[in-house]
């Protein structure tokens, strides 16, 4: 009896939930209209231009709707979950966020074997993403780097040029006012390494008391030169103006300013902190919507669809499959492969993010970063 | 006061139908009372609805915290006993009731969850419940591989649910269920109801307690989460090990030897074979996965946000910390709040007093100039009110950075050598001169209302009897421009309070106010409990600063327009 009734109820939900897992493309039912949201700007265009204009060439039908709240895609997602009505179908989020947003429960897991597609040259979804899959509802998109631009018309620098990291610190070679981010996210790493700890040791240091005051008294020597950024676009605005000499921004941020506004800039690439930005599908979608979502993103994360996004933003693709296939910019004609993060010649020295050890030491770390402050 | 009805002696006044005057009226109120409560209702339940409940809802959370208790129910129970002081980790009942606690949480993925929560409090916690959640199913395979060698028919689904739930009794133990039901409402934070379809046998939940209770959560959670059905699904891998542990509970070998319904003989055998199921506690378990676990520091925090209502965030908003010790002071790096609520007030009250000292002027000019210019002056000083915040914010940034419009001035006119430019911007000087700015319509406004209803004959009656322009203005005008002068400082200050925009674009590292930190909770770090308690207190702050107001100048004085 009891059995009877038990399977009566759920046959239904039974046979529904691995049909949403399963492979997206034929007859499903598919919801015919999608929200994506994304940062805005240039990299939104880069996106669009790759993957969502094909995309609906190919599925006339559908509609996509842009909304442009990554920046707060924490809080809202969170807000929507408990309200019962979760109006988006996938963000893009950094991929710190990303592991904030599976904690919490927000974003949905997914088995990346399955949903993505494979490589190009036959490799799995996992190898292609290698590493860069930093947590189980992470879908990559791009590696972008927090790096410095400089300006070449500094007359105190008596010619010279800053090729290292640790030149940042150095106040008599290189005067003037340099601009940070205002958190504490590659700030404490650079200040370490520059205070000679070794590439490997940075975050062991920082997990003791004595490595977090060596950071901060590091930084203490250039706090008073320096202007705390809070938004991307502040830097190239700082830098264009004079304002600041040395900077700190993403990578596609200064690439635009130099190759686009055509400003007396240069990028310093050493020690790059290397970071990924990527999409989540958000936790609870109904099946209609989810399908949708399962087949754009299995689309839009191909291959092809990675190395065509770089046409349009200097951000390396996350897949490695999609490396050889980067060509040139779409308006400027120039060759893009030397201005990716990703590129051999840029990438001598690079911090790669420890995601997990931020996770854990975020919250500790920006209080003690901005008790710093305000001292 | 002559009235007919009254009567000379000390009986009560009555109405002219001869019932008291007072209940008479009362009467005749109430009826207005009741029409007006109507009238106003619509507004007030909107207010209510839209308004009250969510901030109410929002404060709550300030000292919510029953995320603990609901993930780690048995864990947070057998904790109660513990004591931090004794300086010893707790004993094998705790970790024994963690690791059922934690399988069922990841299961239903919350235990990432209540990491989180635990990591505001002691960094650590976040990775310490997201890696040992990870690792939970290899100490259940570990003796689901000796089971199954000892006869495979404990990989069956049917044998497990005949097992479990027909004994050879009709006792049916289902309490269990009802309880493992409850249990999931509070770990999902919503009902779950419906029909499990098993029942556990009262004789088997006797002989195996571990194993029943175990199994009871694997059929509540398979059948009313999952939708499946319990009888077609394989137990998870919790279920093994807690036949394990029953299998080595004292007194065990007899009560099974006296056993006899279903599943007698393969229960039987798994006992004999007891022998060879990996030796391990459920303390190595944990303690080999992360020796955090062995931490007393992770065993304080659990046991000190235990409780379903926590004074914790109320504390850290003070630069204070609810410590496994007691409470005490934050050590001195990471207080930040204190500086930031006083630097709030502070910046607000200057911010207020340079819009009296820039409004008051302009004011009195439009209140006091012909029609035709006053209105010209008026435009002026709405049109900023009326652009953008953000615009005007920025445009602030253009002219008072470094190598800005405001600089450049002054390097050009030679007041300020040029290697020497002022700081005006990402400070507190920034912050004050854009708040000014941008809050002085709300001080003009307000001046202006109240000043054009000072008869200008007032000055010229002061004039005439022989006061100069200077008396007539500070003993007769100005206190009668008192009450725009405070409804001006009220809009002024409480929007200041409360700014963050501006702060966060303008204000540097020293020119940030307290609520560019509860942004930041809300936003990014996703301490809603901490913004909260912020929150709480700056309303708090509001409140008294208003009943101060009160005392000091009375509200009646205030005219708004």
Redesign the interface.
């Known amino acids: 009896m009891k059995l009877k009734s038990v399977l009566m109820l759920t046959t239904g939900a039974a046979l529904a939930a691995p049909m949403a897992l399963a492979e997206s493309h034929g007859g499903m039912d598919m919801a015919d209209s999608m929200t994506l949201v994304s940062w805005g700007g240039a990299y939104q265009d880069s996106q669009i231009n790759a993957y969502a204009n094909p995309y609906q060439e190919m599925n006339p039908d559908v509609e996509i709707v842009w909304d442009e709240s990554s920046a707060e895609a924490v809080a809202r997602l969170r807000a929507m979950n408990e309200a019962g009505n979760v109006t988006w179908d996938l963000v893009d989020v950094l991929a710190s966020d990303s592991m904030r947003l599976c904690d919490e429960g927000l974003a949905m897991e997914i088995d990346h074997d399955e949903v993505l597609a494979p490589g190009d040259d036959g490799s799995d979804a996992t190898d292609d993403f290698g590493d860069l899959i930093v947590s189980d509802c992470f879908i990559p998109q791009i590696v972008f780097s927090t790096t410095f631009g400089y300006r070449t018309d500094v007359e105190e620098w008596n010619g010279n040029t800053p090729d290292d990291i640790c030149d940042v610190f150095d106040l008599e070679a290189f005067p003037g006012q340099r601009s940070l981010e205002r958190r504490p996210i590659g700030n404490m790493e650079w200040a370490l390494l520059c205070d000679g700890v070794a590439m490997e040791d940075i975050y062991d240091t920082l997990e003791t008391e004595e490595g977090v005051e060596r950071a901060f008294a590091k930084l203490d020597t250039i706090a008073d030169e320096v202007v705390w950024w809070t938004a991307g676009a502040d830097t190239p605005q700082l830098l264009a103006d004079g304002e600041v000499v040395f900077g700190s921004t993403y990578n596609g941020r200064l690439f635009s300013l130099i190759e686009e506004q055509d400003q007396p800039v240069e990028m310093l690439w050493d020690a790059q902190v290397f970071d990924i930005d990527g999409w989540i599908i958000p936790e609870g979608l109904p099946e209609d919507r989810l399908n949708r979502v399962l087949d754009f993103v299995r689309y839009a994360t191909d291959t092809q669809r990675l190395a065509d996004q770089a046409a349009y933003i200097s951000y390396g693709p996350a897949r490695a499959s999609s490396a050889p296939l980067v060509g040139e910019h779409a308006e400027l004609g120039i060759d893009m492969g030397p201005h990716m993060p990703t590129d051999p010649e840029n990438s001598e020295r690079v911090i790669v993010f420890n995601y997990e050890w931020w996770a854990d030491y975020r919250d500790d770390m920006d209080a003690r970063f901005q008790a710093w402050l305000s001292n | 006061m002559t009235d007919n009805t009254a009567q000379t002696d000390n009986g009560p006044v009555l109405a002219a139908d001869g019932r008291p005057l007072k209940a008479s009226l009362r009467k005749a109120l109430r009826a207005q009372k009741i029409r007006a409560m109507m009238l106003i209702a619509p507004l007030l339940l909107f207010i209510v609805v839209t308004f009250i409940a969510p901030i109410a809802d929002m404060l709550f959370r300030s000292v919510e915290n029953q995320i603990v208790g609901n993930t780690l129910p048995e864990t947070t129970a057998t904790l109660e006993s513990w004591d931090f002081a004794n300086g010893e980790p707790p004993d094998e009942a705790v970790f024994e009731a963690l690791y059922y606690d934690m399988f069922l949480a990841a299961e239903a ?2 235990h ?2 209540v ?2 929560r635990l ?2 409090e002691e ?5 310490l419940f ?1 890696g040992t959640g990870r690792s939970l199913d290899d100490l259940g395979d570990d003796y689901f591989d000796v089971f199954e060698g000892v006869d495979p028919i404990w990989e069956e689904a049917g044998f497990w649910y005949d097992f479990m739930g027909a004994g050879d009794g009709d006792a049916e133990a289902g309490g269990l269920i009802d309880a493992q039901r409850d249990r999931l409402s509070a770990l999902l934070d919503e009902p779950v109801a ?6 556990p046998d009262a004789e088997i939940a006797a002989i195996l307690p571990r194993t029943a209770d175990a199994y009871a959560a694997f059929a509540a959670y398979t ?1 009313l989460v ?6 077609e699904e394989e137990p998870w891998e919790a279920v093994f090990t807690a036949l394990a542990t029953d299998l080595r509970r004292d007194g065990a070998g007899e009560a099974i030897a006296a056993y006899s319904g279903d599943g007698a003989a393969e229960l039987q055998a798994a006992y004999e074979a007891r022998d060879q199921l990996p030796d391990i506690s459920y303390t190595e378990f944990f303690i080999e996965e992360d020796e955090d676990w062995g931490s007393l520091d992770t065993w304080g925090t659990i046991h000190a946000y235990s409780p379903s209502f926590t004074p914790g965030y109320f504390l850290t908003a003070i630069d204070m910390r609810l410590t496994p010790e007691g409470i005490s002071a934050q050590p001195e ?4 709040y204190g ?2 609520f006083g ?1 709030t007030l502070f910046m607000s009250m200057v911010i207020m007093g340079s819009c009296i000292l820039l409004g008051y002027p302009i004011a009195f000019l439009l209140a006091n100039l012909p029609m035709r210019t006053s209105n010209l002056l008026l435009i002026l000083v709405l049109l900023p009110f009326w652009t953008s915040l953000l615009v005007r914010t920025s445009a602030w940034k253009v002219l008072l ?4 419009v405001i600089n450049d001035l002054l390097v050009w006119i030679g007041l300020v050598a040029d290697d020497n430019r002022l700081q005006l911007i ?1 400070n507190q000087t920034g912050t004050i001169i854009a708040m000014t700015h941008i809050l002085l319509p709300f001080m003009i406004l307000p001046l202006y209302s109240v000043m054009q209803t000072i008869p200008p004959s007032y000055m010229r009656a002061a004039k005439s009897l022989g006061a100069t322009d200077w008396t007539a203005f500070w003993r007769v005008y100005f206190p009668n421009s008192v009450p725009g002068i405070g409804a001006g400082c009220i809009l002024v200050f409480i929007l200041s309070i409360g700014y963050y925009i501006t702060p ?2 303008v204000g ?3 020119g ?1 106010f307290i609520s560019n ?1 509860i942004a ?1 909770h ?7 409990g901490l913004a909260a308690a912020l929150g709480s207190i700056l309303l708090a702050v509001v409140l008294v600063l208003y009943w101060a107001y009160d005392k000091l100048v009375g509200i009646d004085n205030v005219k708004l327009g």
């Open positions: 993925r919350r990432t969850r990491g989180s990591n505001y960094t650590g916690m976040s990775s997201r419906g029909d499990v379809g098993f029942v059948a999952d939708e499946d059905v319990v009888a790096n990471l207080q930040i500086t930031l630097r950075q470094q190598q800005g990402n966060e674009l540097g590292e020293t940030t930190r930041y809300i936003s990014d770090s996703l301490n809603w």
